[in-house]
């Protein structure tokens, strides 16, 4: 049976390995992949995911092997991930309260989201891919939420990495604004790895110190006294599987990641790395 996996990718910088690792995985098993971004624009890699000779601050070595620079390098500078799939095409964006005729707006949107459920059907799971590029155009999009919220509807597994897994803790129905995470398991960029200077975004004038948000304690209070936050700091990789979330910490943990994206969908893996 084929697969068809959709590949969620930030305008502003994924980090190289953090796709190179799942769509390994998911060419070897011949599966159909179709990559998104917000608003079309072609995704690249962030620069120091493709040098070896970048030191990650945190870890004080290079993260990236001369393997995975040159992969990375040729995958980004490939057409593979020209012309993605426009999510602000597909995905509708709720109306403001405030806007003009909301009742019918709203409405128009309802409608719209299930004509989304059609295509969501063709999928059999989504992913989305880490780096500091996230935090800009994907942990708080709209539509990104509805996005997951579909999959999820439709029993459908969603899988993210570092700081992609932000998007898992903002994704709410509109009704009770409690986190889909909730009660659940999962893994994210611990405090350990945060820098404290120079995060930097794609396509923009500026370059942070440390990201704007901890995540560790996002997703710490988003799955609740129920759930649990796994950092495994110290430990070489993270994965948690807590069905239908398959999470991974960060760039080490990629590879690792696309393999239970695979277990999950051929072997029926519900449970792991806790």
């Known amino acids: 049976m084929s697969r068809k996996v959709l590949v969620l990718l930030s305008e502003h910088g994924y980090w190289g390995e953090e796709l190179l690792g799942p769509l390994t995985h998911f060419d070897q098993r011949g599966y159909e992949v179709v990559f998104a971004t917000p608003t079309g624009g072609r995704a690249h890699a962030l620069p120091p995911s493709m040098d070896p000779d970048y030191v990650d601050p945190p870890l004080g070595r290079s993260v990236t092997t001369p393997e995975v620079a040159k992969l990375v390098s040729e995958l980004d500078e490939s057409d593979r991930l020209d012309n993605p799939l426009d999510i602000s095409a597909v995905v509708p964006d709720r109306p403001y309260v405030s806007d003009d005729d909301y009742l019918h707006a709203l409405e128009a949107y309802n409608r719209a989201l299930d004509r989304l ?130 999470t991974g910490r960060s760039t080490p943990d990629s590879f690792l990641t696309g393999q239970k994206i695979v277990e999950t969908l051929e072997d029926g893996l519900r449970r792991f790395g806790w």
């Open 117 to 246: 459920a059609e295509h969501i059907d063709a999928f059999d799971t989504m992913l989305i891919v880490g780096g500091s590029g996230p935090i800009v155009d994907l942990a708080n999009n709209g539509r990104v939420h509805a996005l997951i919220l579909g999959f999820l509807k439709a029993g459908k597994p969603v899988a993210a990495e570092c700081y992609g897994v932000a998007c898992l803790a903002f994704a709410r129905d509109w009704e009770d604004r409690k986190s889909i995470i909730w009660g659940k398991h999962v893994t994210g960029h611990c405090k350990e790895y945060d820098y404290k200077d120079g995060t930097g975004f794609l396509g923009t004038d500026f370059t942070m110190g440390p990201p704007p948000y901890p995540l560790e304690y996002i997703l710490r209070d988003a799955t609740g006294p129920d759930g649990r936050y796994h950092g495994n700091f110290g430990k070489e990789t993270s994965v948690i599987v807590d069905y239908p979330f398959i």
